[in-house]
């Protein structure tokens, strides 16, 4: 509804504290007329602590009212205190904005006022203005209307970039129970930011990588994304990642891979796909060269460390595979890739017991068991070991995966175990099933190690010809305990 000419709308509601003023609608804050850049958590726990003015917040309330009661860390919460007090501080008498309650939570530190912005009292002749009044509040009405527009989207991309962000946390991880999540924050991007490419083309990887939706509607989506954005690097890299992984279009997928490195050379992500993909080729060397930059971007990263340890394993390393996958276990216990290149490598070298514990290990990380469960499942497999050796652990395995959606997915994985105890033809019984449902795993066959003494078998040179990889044989064997080459981006 229209106010008179000569009345006065009221202003919207601010919130002044010490040096700075919140505007609760607009998510805008301002410190000595500094508009600050803080992300939008943030943002959303600085609101609830001006809301309790004052009153200890609890991070379980934290997570309920900013996380929408998603089940968080605690560094979370405090990763999203600390980028306020960064943003802020010191207040007022030096001291921070924001208390820490021990055991409790957080509190406000400074005293909170609700104000308007100040109303002019001048009141304008109507009768002789009217004209002027008119084309005068059009014009401001719709300037006003394009900032706040312009402005309103800016924050709405932020909050989406954010929420991606913090997605793809949850669905690199690679574990199933966090994909849900991942989807979850996708969805709430694309709401906020309709038609958002990398939020499309996020969703589109996590969807091929935990099956989520048919691939050939997870390959559209991300084309969708890159066509929304050619530019789009994150785009490139995922079409690229689901070509790879999902439908073997092997040139195609590396032409996008190294056009996304290229544009975006300190993207650890696309990178790791790139060397995967190289490794894949049987172009070992060049990608181990990839994942050593990728470790150089930031050696904290379990990812790239436990895609060396892949490619140590891959070229017959397994002394050095095994060192790198502890190195990546030590940065996270959840790297459960890690575990299984261990498992792979001392499967070849026959250390029985070291197997046990790596399976065990990697089941635990994958399904996220506590550590009495892990230790359980341990016990189950040794006292299996004792009683029947390597084929009743092996056996035990496969017998663990054997029907529905868990048969399916394992194929390679059955396959492997099958190696272990050199049923050869069993294996490739595997192998031949796996190109129905096709695993993820089924792109390492070509240059498995375990696979080697297949090698000269018409039925695997047929499993390889249909993933489009024979090449590939040939080039890993190659370069198989060979010295690093010059090369890469």
Request: charged share 25%; net charge neutral.
């Amino acid at each position: 509804m229209e106010a008179a000419p000569n009345s006065v709308v009221p202003p919207a509601e601010r919130l002044r504290f010490g040096d700075a003023v919140f505007d609760p609608a607009m998510r805008r804050l301002t410190i000595r007329d500094q508009e600050p850049k803080l992300g939008w958590r943030s943002k959303g726990c600085l609101a609830l602590l001006l809301e309790a003015r004052g009153a200890v917040v609890s991070k379980e309330e934290f997570q309920m009212r900013v996380w929408d009661g998603a089940l968080i860390e605690d560094s979370n919460v405090s990763h999203a205190i600390a980028a306020i007090r960064k943003a802020l501080d010191p207040a007022p008498g030096g001291d921070s904005y924001i208390a820490t309650v021990a055991r409790s939570g957080y509190r406000l530190a400074v005293p909170v006022v609700a104000e308007t912005a100040p109303a002019s009292g001048r009141r304008l002749p109507w009768l002789h203005l009217r004209l002027r009044w008119s084309l005068v509040a059009t014009t401001v009405g719709c300037l006003v209307f394009m900032a706040i527009t312009m402005y309103n989207d800016r924050q709405d991309r932020n909050s989406a970039e954010e929420l991606v962000r913090e997605g793809l946390l949850y669905s690199r991880r690679g574990v199933p129970a966090e994909g849900d999540r991942a989807v979850e924050l996708f969805e709430r991007a694309l709401l906020l930011h309709p038609g958002y490419p990398p939020a499309q083309a996020a969703l589109a990887e996590t969807a091929a990588r935990f099956a989520k939706a048919p691939v050939p509607i997870a390959t559209e989506l991300a084309r969708d994304a890159l066509k929304s954005d050619p530019r789009c690097a994150e785009c490139m890299a995922t079409l690229g990642y689901i070509l790879m992984s999902r439908e073997w279009a092997w040139e195609e997928a590396g032409s996008y891979l190294r056009a996304a490195t290229l544009q975006n050379p300190n993207e650890i992500h696309h990178r790791l796909w790139y060397s995967q993909w190289l490794c894949l080729q049987g172009r070992l060397a060049e990608a181990q060269l990839q994942a050593e930059h990728a470790v150089v971007l930031d050696p904290r990263r379990p990812q790239s460390r436990s895609q060396l340890a892949g490619i140590h394993y891959f070229a017959g390393r397994n002394r050095e595979a095994i060192e790198e996958a502890r190195a990546t276990v030590a940065l996270s216990r959840k790297s459960f890739q890690a575990f299984l290149w261990m498992e792979r490598a001392f499967m070849l070298d026959r250390f029985d017991a070291d197997v046990l514990n790596a399976r065990a290990a990697s089941t635990a990380a994958w399904t996220g068991w506590t550590d009495a469960m892990e230790f359980e499942y341990t016990d189950r497999l040794r006292r299996i070991f004792v009683k029947s050796g390597r084929h009743g652990v092996a056996n035990a395995l496969i017998d663990d995966v054997n029907e529905g959606i868990s048969l399916e997915v394992n194929r390679y994985n059955r396959a492997l175990w099958n190696m272990w105890i050199d049923e050869h033809q069993r294996a490739l019984d595997e192998l031949e099933a796996g190109l129905r449902s096709k695993p993820f795993q089924m792109v390492y066959t070509a240059i498995e190690t375990a696979f080697v003494p297949l090698h000269d078998e018409p039925r695997f040179q047929e499993v390889v010809r249909q993933i489009g990889l024979s090449h590939a044989v040939a080039e890993a064997n190659r370069q198989r305990g060979a010295g690093r080459s010059v090369g890469g981006i």
